[in-house]
């Protein structure tokens, strides 16, 4: 890391910002549906240059994808230990794309959307329920995903499989439910980074993904 | 259409039939609708007089002998500019052909002014502002069209593939009808129409002011169709990445990537920190914080707790029983020790259990060591038991009790047999 960061004085008080550093330092990713305000704060390059010198003591800096969708923490120095975390953490990654992408796969078919899932999207576990349920082969690929390691859903009935698959996205960030007691989620910009991630290792490893301009079509 | 002329024979004619022609329209309008919606027209609804006259006033057409009857282009497109119906609405400024037209009408109001022939005059004059109009007309139907399409977000096909591919049609509509607006060469108007008045008026200025109006409308168009196509491939793309990652990995269940994470320097992406616990504890060690976290702890509810059920409560034997039985383990090893020493030494005194006790560093209370001696022999094998005897030495427990009570045991190795 350049040490350009030092030489910038801290002129942004960062009492103000102590709940937003919280949920950063816990490991989660801040855009524009998760924490509207905080995601404007962090548009200031003032402000970053602040974090950044105090997380200094912490070996943490903010850190960003592409298109600047989502922040989260980087380790500032790559010791030993950092790099076992990353790549224990590479590895959980890799295991769950083949689950999250189905089930993008799966909500764009079943919801009849143009689109995959994206930030700020409703959704309504009730809404896939009842798309589904008189449509054999969606039912069969939800139970499927759901089976899978990364949902763990051990149940055979429809809601409970949906309902343990929302749960699940809800943990890692990839859903918000902005009311506890209403099944309404909302699509988080963790789902861009994701996708960051799976164009990533497709230009990284040369993979025969893409540029089949009627894969769309065989999805609807 | 203005200045109604006095209409010579050959016009009167034309009305009459077009006034016929037209009212076939109406008059059979469900037919046709169906024949727009379905490919079709349903024969059976239609006369045969009917079926003649539509074909002859060219509303219908057979495109083979075999085949059935259907709507001509142009009514198709009739309908769909009455409907604006956007999938099938045409874009047709074939300027080139309107220019040639205009050309021709100037030439013969020439010779009809030079001739002073100023029935002939007027009427080319009419049909000169019809023809003008005809081509504005169609700039300003393909350019509604266009932006009909724009504003619904192409809504009248439902998926973005098919978006996309309406999309790429407008923009091509839109290049032609640029094309076609470049052909208007007002220079050469101007040599056209020289000094006359009128014809400077219909050539000249309103036109330049149409198609400048045109040109700025299709140059908005066009960029917002780039706009909006922009954001269809931008909508399509992650559906596509996902669907093609998806298969890929299905095909490649054991697929891994690099190590980005051990790489000199870590993609971004991949560096995501660990979480950090974020704790706190009350601390009394700031005199200001005591009276807060005195009021904090008082507010703090009773903790409630659940009646316990006697079930629950078992375990509490297990420590116990385990010390008993080291001792009791102790006790009995001690008690073999002192079975060997008699065996040892061989002699055929009796052995008092309680002066060996005595004598030995052992500190067990009599009664239980005497319990234990003999509970060890008989717990011993009958074939074991005879090569020991064992004397109790007793007392009646009172003068009216008849309780015997052990005082002592002594044993004795039995002589062998």
Known sequence: MSDDVQTSPVHTPLLSHGPLLERLLAGEFVCAVSDEAAFKRLQDDALREAFDAYLRPLNRRLATNDDQSVYFLAWRQLDDAAREQLTRQLSDTVHSLLPLLEWLQLVQEALGRDSVPAPGDVLKPGELQARSEDNPSLRERIERVAGDTFFGSQSDQLDAQLKQVFKRLKE????????????????????????DIVRFIRDEERLPVLDDADAQETLL | MSEPATPPALESRLMTQGVERLALLGKHAEALMQGYVEDEVPLGELSTQALRKLLAARILWRPDEQGGVKLTPKVRELIAEMTADEARRHVNADVAEALELIRSLVGGYREASSRADYWHQERQLTRLRQAVDDMNGRFFDAIDSLWQRLNSDFGFVSQLSDKVRENDRAQKQVVRLLDGLELVDFKELIDLVGSDGTLRKILISQLQQQTSQHYTSLREVQHRLIELMARFRQM???SRLVAGMAAFLRERPDFTPGHYTGRGEVPALFNRAAAMPIAGAAALD????????????????APRRPAQAATAASPAHAREDAAVAARQQALKEDVETFYLDVVDAAGSAPVSALRYLEESPHEWSDEIWLFQVIAEYQGLPRSEQRAFILQAEEEKAGDYNDVRLIRDVALTLAAAP
């Not at chain 1, 890692?172 to 996708?195: C, D, I």
């Not at chain 2, 700031?286 to 509810?301: E, H, N, S, T, Y």
Request: charged share 20%; glycine share 6%.
């Open chain 2, 236 to 238: 399509q793309a992650p």
């Open chain 2, 286 to 301: 700031r005199a200001q914080d005591v009276d807060a976290l005195g009021a904090l702890f008082k507010a703090i509810p």
């Open chain 1, 172 to 195: 890692h960030g990839y859903l918000l439910q902005p009311h506890a007691e209403r099944q309404v989620y909302l699509v988080t910009g963790k789902v861009e980074y994701l996708l």
